[in-house]
């Protein structure tokens, strides 16, 4: 039993990082119908800015001007990626567009950072284990669970308590209704493009101690965010979240209960919620036509 | 436009295109033999020869230090293999068949090489394995681990200078069965070399009288958390593990088991790959302890090694590995086989290769067996991180 | 006409819908007999989208039946009622507007003549389903245009292809959601034009805003208020009806009487 | 990707398509009639009655008879390795045609068709090791089987459109090939190797380049008229109508899942035939052959060749498949930088895909395409 609360715990510390990456993914998409497949991209060079500053295991401050500096990079990044977005309307083309963007980041960092395989050590002072339930357990993911917590809070806060909130969500709902309200829906648009990016980098960030960094990743961490949105709607915030931990339990616990299908689970889960219900477990609100 | 005048002109044009084509007669594919160009191999004293490797794609690290161990033999012989100059064209294997059998056969029938290097995708290998063998072109594998490249499949004109996945952890299993104590846990990445490495230590481990506590395969490419895997292998009670990866995942795995910390109380046992190179780089201090089998270390004290060491150093930067030592060997074999030759054509070059003899390489004196896989020593290796950056300590030798 | 003699065509049954609390339809029954031009017509938020919604089958209905030709349809989905002869227009025309005209009107021809999955020919060689999109084209004043792409169709043109793809379903009921909104006072006078040469025996139901039109084209007209049937009758007897102009007077929005439905779009 | 379809799913509600700017013309070789749609609109204000597409449609056939006969001529002149090229992009080229099926003609983004791809290899394969090397057998059987797993899988797709339509045959793509990976009987992640090479009519075995060249030409081109023929029936009229404007098809009483599930299984045929053509050109075939990175490489030639036409997909697929194995390699194995350079290129210089530069349209789409951009901007 104590092996597979391990695992719970392991999930959380999982879906607190896909939330954090899934989150811009899917509110780009709801508000602009943009499905941003540079997104993992983004995420990548996160991961190589703490390559950069925090490889062998540097202090918290070093970690944390990491972050900043992962936030600033993605945020430029996802303005970027906004702006040559809004030069097309046709909806593959977007996605070839972000596709090739996608790219051309990858071999940019493979050339700035070779083809190696690299590691990051977490921050010195919780670079160590504790015991939980007779297991070591890293001190490092308990901190990644306690972020994710912090994060949705926020989140929540800022996207069902706030103005900006209400506007962010009208925009998914119905974007030529708050146009034509008046409101200049290409700031915000952009804000939540850049605000998505620099979530995703500092993902990147903080997922380094556990994943590392290395050439591919962004497209696994990409086909997760994809499913983390699918699963729990396009364009909610609630539904991130709610898919992140999902996806983080299926892939942990999951795993611990069956692992002989280990690498049918998180595709057969998706594919379970999607003919159930089509929408995604917690859809956003569209507006409605009567 | 009339109907009859495009027709006319449509035809016209077909006709003359046609006709312009086969009179030209600059080559054709219609031939039984795709590559019987006579004298296309080696003009005017020159040989050519192709090098596929990885350059992009996960194996792209394993790419680049073959490049560099098959460019580094070069450097020190003058550029000249078996006395000719050498034109060395370097194709990208990429991450599997999809790219690296259509590589492949470009150096072979566009390239007109003499013989191609390289192939780390075992896959690819054994796609190309029928290509080589009618096409009657020597094919070097200097990495590329299938049992079956030079077992069920073998062919005349395949030769391997690497080693065979079985080989590799058959090695290791009479000594984990000698040092662990108990009962070993085996897991490896689920593909064919995983399945393949796993099969050869629990032969020879269970020969040796090795009690297995379980077996577990992970997805392969897909696994980025090991923690239900670790767990599991907790409540087994196993006293040892054994393991196969490589690449990003060989980094995960030794990090998330010395962070889950079984690493104090579980030593680990794996086929070398699991701390090669870059990996061993960034694994550091994680990887400590670490027991493995491989045909090289950059530890082992000939001289003939140091030297390689640090010419290697010295081109790259950084230290070699398996992978540059078996592209590097297989530059020397052909090296001698080219010089043995008594032709040009592919039959004449295989058979040099039958005769080239002992290989004296950084990993010791080698030779090809009768199914043209090397006949090697392999060594256990320990991982040590005292001072500075990791490397594979040579515990001792393995039979 | 007595349409309570006949079978009606359409038949609703205490057809209730509600939102949560609000009950948008409340119990209405109306009957419509077999050729009938029927219009629904109501302050705003007097519920006829909704109800036009529910008897289309594109809404749900929370309680009553819909009944066509006596069979209850009610759990039908739309889809299911068109293939029964009973389909509906949209208020923004939806078409299919990467096709050309004629594609649009072939695609209700041949669902109609059950070729709609048949790839052993070129479509043009089912020279029936051509010449009767074509028809159909004709009928509404479009033939001429359809080759063009129906993205490049004006306003009054799409509500004219509109209707030239709901008669190509050979429907025995059209339901028309306010086919006027937002044309042109020319456009207005052609549509009802159309409206008034449709076959004799195929059954409207028209929801309309502009009283001109309603009173122009309809036999019997149901005003609807606040969810309910206030009255139903010819015409005339709408007109003079006090109950009705109380509704419209009380609801201070006596321009939705006579002026042109605004804010539709 | 069809996301006024998700809009509308999800909730629940239908959102008028009437309501969205499209009104461009020339926005779309997603037309109707991909093939002479575009002449159509070209051709402006013809009478409407006639068979006003005649002439073009001469010329087209003139341009096609002069590619198939460019094509057949290649093993005449060409070395072995360019015409195995040209043999590979046409095998692919099938592939992308069923994705074109999916994705240009019935606006359905389809991750998965590489599932079927591989199940015509393997099968392809497999007869050829165990039953006969007879390439007409080994391409019908791949063709069956791709159309048996695309009937056998395919329920649990066509049911969603846009990105759940994405992800569901994501997942499908991403279990078989996790199955084959692992499946001992066809060769696990190492593949099936040992193919002796086909033969046609009982006759002798084709070992040159070029005869098989010329098998999987004749085949591709089979497959290509088929696809064509499907697409003009009135069937391909009603896949587009699916595409355009799903909620009206229902509402005009069809039932889009029905004719999307057709669909499906017919991809599922093309790719299994595809497959077959693959494997015996290749004579392997491995997991690796049937990956994310083939089935998206795949998409992304429809996309760039211009979704709904048939023959810029078939050009995309070259395109995409020159640049990967040929570009590689001579720069240092950066070949994804060059691809992804092509990607942003092809959405900025070519907005409707290869299939958008037929001369005249050319100058008609900048100018159009400066509206829009116009048109957005302001809204």
Known sequence: ?290 | ?399 | ?265 | MNIKAVKAMRGGTHVPSGTTPVSEPLDGDSACDSGSGSERRSGGHESGTGDSAKGPGRRRAVVAVAVVALLAAAPVVLAPYPVSAMSRMLAFAVLVLSVDLLTGVTGLPALGQAAYFGAGAYTAVLIGIHITSDALVQTLAGLVMGLVAAAVTGWVAVRASGIVFLMLTLAIGESVHQVADTWQAVGASNGLAGMPPITLFGGPPLLAAGFVHWWVLAVAVAVFAAVALVVRSPYGRTLRGIRDNEARMRALGYRPALARYGVFCLAGAVAGAGGALWAQQARFFSPGDMGFEVAALALLSVVIGGPGSLWGPCLGAALVLLVRDNLSASIGGHGPLVLGAVFIAVVFLMPRGLAGLTGARLRGLIAARGARLRKENAS
């Open chain 1, 1 to 290: 039993m104590a092996t597979y609360l391990v695992s719970v715990l392991n999930g959380l510390a999982m879906g607190s990082l896909l939330f954090a990456i899934a989150l811009g993914l899917s509110l780009v998409f709801g508000m602009m119908d943009v499905l941003n497949l540079a997104h993992g991209a983004v995420y990548l060079v996160g991961a190589y800015v703490a390559v950069a500053l925090v490889a062998d295991g540097a202090g918290v401050a070093a970690f944390v001007l990491a972050v900043l500096a992962a936030a600033v990079a993605g945020a430029v990044l996802g303005g970027l990626l906004a702006a040559l977005t809004r030069a097309t309307a046709h909806h593959l083309d977007q996605a070839l567009l972000t596709l090739g963007v996608a790219l051309v980041v990858g071999e940019v960092l493979t050339l700035a950072f070779g083809t190696d395989v690299h590691s990051i050590a977490a921050p010195e002072p919780v670079g160590g284990g504790v015991t939980v339930l007779g297991e070591t357990y890293p001190v490092y993911r308990l901190l990644v669970i306690g972020f994710g917590i912090v994060l949705a809070v926020a989140v929540y806060f800022l996207v069902e308590r706030s103005p900006l909130g209400s506007l962010i969500r009208a925009t998914v709902a119905d974007r030529a209704m708050v146009a034509a309200l008046g409101v200049n829906t290409g700031r915000v648009l952009v804000g939540v493009f850049a605000a998505g990016a620099a979530l995703a980098a500092v993902g990147g960030v903080l997922a380094g101690p556990i994943l590392g960094a290395q050439p591919g990743l962004d497209e696994k961490v990409l086909l997760l965010a994809l499913v983390v949105v699918v699963i729990g709607g396009l364009g909610s915030v609630r539904g991130a979240l709610l898919g992140a931990v999902l996806i983080g339990q299926v892939q942990a616990l999951g795993t611990a209960l069956l692992p002989q299908y280990a690498s049918f689970l998180v595709f057969a889960a998706m594919a379970l919620v999607l003919l159930l219900r089509p929408t995604g477990l917690l859809p956003a609100r569209t507006a409605v036509h009567a």
């Open chain 3, 1 to 265: 006409m007595t349409p309570q003699r006949v079978t009606p065509l359409l038949e609703l049954r205490g057809l209730t819908r509600s939102y949560g609390s609000l009950t948008a339809v409340d119990s209405v029954d109306l009957a419509l007999a077999p050729g009938e031009r029927h219009a629904l017509i109501g302050p705003n938020g007097a519920g006829k989208s909704t109800l036009f919604a529910t008897v289309a089958g594109t809404l749900r209905a929370s309680g009553g039946s819909v009944l066509l030709s006596g069979q209850d349809v009610t759990s039908l989905p739309e889809g299911e009622r068109a293939r029964r002869g009973m389909v509906r227009t949209y208020q923004h025309s939806s078409l299919f507007l990467d096709c050309s005209v004629l594609d649009n009107v072939a695609l209700a021809v041949q669902r109609v003549h059950r070729v709609a999955h048949r790839c052993d020919r070129a479509a043009r060689r089912f020279r029936h389903i051509d010449t009767e999109a074509r028809r159909h084209l004709d009928s509404v004043g479009l033939l001429g245009r359809a080759q063009d792409m129906a993205a490049a169709l004006s306003h009054g043109e799409r509500r004219q292809l509109e209707v030239a793809m709901v008669l190509a379903t050979e429907p025995a009921l059209v339901m028309f959601d306010e086919p006027t909104a937002g044309m042109s006072a020319a456009e207005t006078e052609r549509f009802v034009a159309l409206m008034e040469r449709l076959p004799e025996r195929l059954t409207v139901l028209i929801v309309e805003h502009d009283l001109d039109v309603v009173f122009r084209l309809a036999e019997r007209v149901t005003v609807l208020h606040l969810g309910k049937v206030l009255a139903s009758g010819p015409p005339e007897a709408i007109r003079a009806d006090e109950a009705v102009q109380r509704a419209y007077l009380g609801s201070a929005r006596t321009e939705d009487l006579f002026a042109e439905a605004g804010g539709e779009r």
């Open chain 2, 1 to 399: 436009m009339g109907v009859v005048s495009v027709f006319s002109l449509s035809r016209t044009i077909a006709g003359l295109a046609l006709g312009a084509l086969v009179l030209s007669g600059c080559g054709s594919s219609l031939g039984e033999s795709d590559t019987a160009e006579p004298g296309g191999g080696r003009s005017g004293g020159d040989v050519k020869i192709g090098l596929l490797v990885p350059l992009s794609g996960v194996y792209a690290p394993v790419g680049e230090d073959m490049k560099a161990g098959f460019e580094l033999y070069l450097d020190q012989h003058d550029g000249k293999l078996g006395g000719h100059d050498v034109d060395l064209v370097t194709a990208d294997e990429g991450e599997g068949p999809q790219t690296g059998v259509p590589a492949a056969q470009k150096l072979v029938t566009q390239d007109q090489v003499t013989a191609v290097a390289g192939v780390v995708n075992s896959a690819t290998a054994l796609g190309l394995r029928d290509f080589f063998h009618e096409s009657k072109k020597p094919l070097l594998i200097a990495n590329a681990g299938a049992d079956a490249i030079t077992g069920a499949r073998k062919s005349d004109y395949v030769w391997r200078t690497s080693f065979s996945n079985g080989g590799v952890s058959g090695a290791l299993g009479p000594a984990v069965a000698e040092e662990a104590k108990g009962s070993v846990y085996l897991m490896a990445a689920d593909y064919a070399a995983g399945k393949e490495m796993v099969a050869g230590f629990r032969k020879s481990f269970e020969a040796a009288g090795g009690k297995v506590a379980g077996e577990k395969y992970t997805p392969f490419g897909k696994t980025q958390d090991f923690q239900p895997y670790l767990s599991a292998i907790r409540k087994s009670g196993a006293d040892a593990v054994f393991a196969f990866y490589a690449g990003a995942e060989a980094v995960n795995f030794v990090k998330q088991y010395k962070q889950f910390g079984l690493a104090d109380k579980t030593p680990l046992y794996g086929t070398g790959f699991l701390t090669e190179g870059g990996v061993l780089a960034a694994q550091g201090k994680a990887a400590a302890g670490v027991k493995t089998s491989l045909h090289y270390s950059t530890e082992l004290k000939s001289a003939r090694n140091k030297e390689f060491v640090d010419a290697y150093r010295q081109k790259s930067g950084k230290p070699p590995t398996a992978y540059a030592v078996q592209a590097y060997d297989a530059a020397a074999v052909l090296d001698k086989a080219l010089a043995k030759a008594s032709g040009d054509s592919g039959e004449d070059l295989v058979k040099a290769l039958g005769g080239v003899g002992s290989i004296d390489s950084p990993r010791g004196a080698w030779k090809f067996d009768a199914d043209h896989n090397p006949q090697q020593q392999f060594y256990l290796r320990e991982v040590r991180a005292d001072e500075g950056p990791a490397v594979n300590a040579v515990v001792r030798e393995l039979d």
